[in-house]
């Protein structure tokens, strides 16, 4: 029998996830499909109610849902943690957050273990969470900067032991950057269509610096082609998408998913959506 498997988000027309695993399925010859829902904020409860009487074997959330999903379904431990579920198995009826798997698994395919590493991290909104517990999970040393600085103070406190905040002005950075072995960009400065937009003076940047970019539109922001520039080892934000990807699918199948066909898939997908 076909399983089915879908996201669901406001607006949701933009996913590249039903592209991903559709692809995956394909690959594997599996009898399963993954479809896009449109659920706007007052329909999530009955949306939620409704996939699973449906039959529906797993969903995936995405914004705005992440947070307010947990009223519905029983997070597990990390996800509980992070404060958002990104991942539903209506088999187990558990919520998962896999974007934290989207950080160590994008670092380690590019040989990197977050260990004991210094990382800068820009921003402190939804998706730095996840960033940021990764971060803090595998003992590293964690700075946040964020425009607003009470909202990446108010992360650090959360976080706790030696996790600091400061402003994401220059003279603030300066100091940080220069001591750090990753940098991780969080915020959406310079997504589509503001691809000239830099979240940090790009002289800052240093050669023996990881550059991460969550921003997956475009696939080489300018703050990865300064980066690269440098002589960074730069990480984009597909591969951030392509490994919270594959853990989902994991927990939904219980294999392996074919990574390299995800990838392709995702950026087959970024350039018929932005060429
Ligand atoms: P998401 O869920 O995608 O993380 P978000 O919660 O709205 O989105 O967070 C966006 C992040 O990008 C925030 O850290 C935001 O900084 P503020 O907390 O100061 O708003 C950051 N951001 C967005 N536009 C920015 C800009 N032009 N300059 C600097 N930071 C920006």
Not at 131 to 142: I, P
Not at 207 to 221: A, C, G, M, R, S
């Amino acid at each position: 029998m076909m399983r089915i498997f879908g996201v669901i988000g406001d607006p949701i027309g933009h996913s590249l996830s039903p592209r991903m695993h559709n692809a995956a399925y394909r690959a594997l010859e599996l009898e399963c499909t993954y479809l896009p829902f449109h659920v706007k904020s007052e329909d999530l409860s009955e949306a939620i109610r409704g996939a699973k009487a449906l039959g529906i074997q797993g969903l995936n959330v995405t914004v705005p849902h992440k947070e307010a999903v947990m009223a519905f379904i029983d997070p597990d431990p990390l996800a509980e943690r992070i404060g958002a579920v990104n991942t539903i198995d209506f088999i187990r009826e558990k919520g998962y957050n896999t974007d934290a798997f989207g950080v160590t698994g994008s670092l380690r395919s590019a040989g990197i273990d977050l260990g004991d590493k210094r990382v800068l991290m820009l921003g402190a909104g939804g998706a730095s969470r996840a960033v940021a517990f990764s971060c803090v999970e595998a003992g590293c040393k964690l700075v946040i900067s964020n425009r607003t600085k009470e909202k990446g103070e108010r992360l650090a406190d959360e976080l706790g032991g030696s996790v600091t905040a400061i402003g994401l002005e220059r003279e603030r950075i300066a100091p940080v950057i220069a001591e750090s072995d990753i940098l991780i960009n969080t915020t959406s400065v310079g997504m589509y269509p503001e691809v000239d937009k830099i979240p940090i003076d790009p002289d800052l940047l240093h050669e023996d610096l990881i550059v991460f970019d969550l921003v997956y539109n475009p696939q080489k922001t300018m703050l990865l082609g300064e980066a690269e520039r440098r002589g960074c080892l730069t990480i984009d934000g597909v591969k951030m998408l392509v490994y919270q990807g594959a853990e989902s699918f994991k927990i939904w199948l219980g294999i392996d998913p074919p990574l390299e066909v995800m990838e392709e898939a995702v950026r087959e997908g970024l350039k018929d959506m932005y060429g």
